[in-house]
């Protein structure tokens, strides 16, 4: 009793000392507890034929009957392909991409240089997702700039996007060009917090700038490389669905129709509102697992891990 008398009273003390961070906290507990925790209830919609003139409560339990029904369809080998290639693929080129501009960023000695290339590569980032995607558009087009480019060296111009098989590379390298800089960030904070002693002692025993990049700066910033890794598994079937809708067509769906589109048109636009949650559902616990799996391997083999 006096053990938990003891952790009250302390708990209590803290609350004082720290009462304005604890205000401070409360818009973003409210945020997760409204927009991600409250909405986890209607996950049940997924096991219903879920009506919204009975409501959750009311509609009519369904069982797994949604998830067979995905699982058995036409449409579950060829959107779980799309997911899971277009994930892989931006984590083996876009993810790697920022960890280099970090790299090559810390490497530039003039600051004025070292400046204007961080604002131009966040410039992209900032910019509306719809304006991205009619910049794609208009320079895919048969007309388009890189059409027009690709003319001078002999080729015939064809509307990219209309091609499922240049959906994915266009995809991928246009995130890369989107994302390189902001992602980046977190990687050039990591390497200012790295002992400066480590480079002058490097030096000193002759390093060149090559050696002290591979010995001190790759293994200042693994840590963080390795968070960043297990959150990238965690949301690798996340493939945003407003970027994909934005470039998409029914030409293109082979090769471009993902999870979170096919749950947007199957929910949204056709109102299948219990076989697109139970799509969803599907998602969700793919992801957990990979980050529960990601996690492990991380905290095996590099002792950093998010819990």
Not at 1 to 27: C, E, G
Not at 67 to 92: A, G, H, M, P, W
Not at 98 to 116: G, H, Q, S, Y
Request: hydrophobic share 50%; proline share 4%; charged share 15%.
């Amino acid at each position: 009793m006096a053990n938990r008398q003891s952790f009250k009273q302390r708990v209590i003390r803290d609350f004082l000392l720290n009462k304005y961070l604890y205000v401070m906290m409360i818009p973003v507990i409210a945020y997760y507890v409204i927009f991600h925790y409250a909405p986890m209830y209607g996950a049940v919609i997924a096991f219903k034929d879920y009506s919204p003139m009975k409501g959750i409560l009311g509609s009519d339990w369904a069982g797994l009957k949604h998830f067979q029904d995905f699982f058995n369809s036409y449409y579950f080998e060829r959107i779980l392909k799309n997911t899971i290639l277009i994930s892989v693929y931006s984590l083996l080129f876009e993810f790697p991409m920022p960890i280099l501009l970090a790299l090559m960023i810390n490497e530039v000695r003039n600051r004025t240089f070292k400046r204007l290339t961080q604002t131009i590569t966040y410039m992209p980032y900032f910019i509306s997702l719809v304006v991205i995607c009619g910049i794609i558009t208009d320079f895919t087009n048969a007309d388009g700039l890189i059409n027009r480019l690709f003319m001078l060296l002999g080729y015939d111009g064809q509307a990219m996007l209309q091609k499922p098989e240049l959906f994915r590379p266009i995809y991928i390298l246009s995130e890369i060009w989107q994302r390189i800089g902001w992602e980046s960030i977190i990687y050039i904070a990591a390497l200012m917090n790295i002992d400066q002693e480590q480079y002058e002692a490097a030096r000193m025993d002759g390093a060149n700038r090559f050696k002290q990049m591979i010995h001190i700066t790759l293994p200042g910033i693994v840590p963080i490389i390795a968070i960043m890794l297990i959150l990238r598994m965690g949301n690798l079937l996340n493939v945003g669905f407003e970027k994909i809708i934005l470039l998409y067509n029914p030409i293109t769906y082979e090769t471009a129709d993902v999870i979170s589109s096919f749950v947007y048109r199957k929910g949204l636009l056709e109102f299948g509102w219990s076989y697109s949650s139970a799509v969803g559902l599907f998602n969700s616990v793919i992801n957990l697992v990979l980050l529960i799996t990601a996690n492990y391997i991380s905290r095996k083999v590099s002792k950093s891990s998010l819990w």
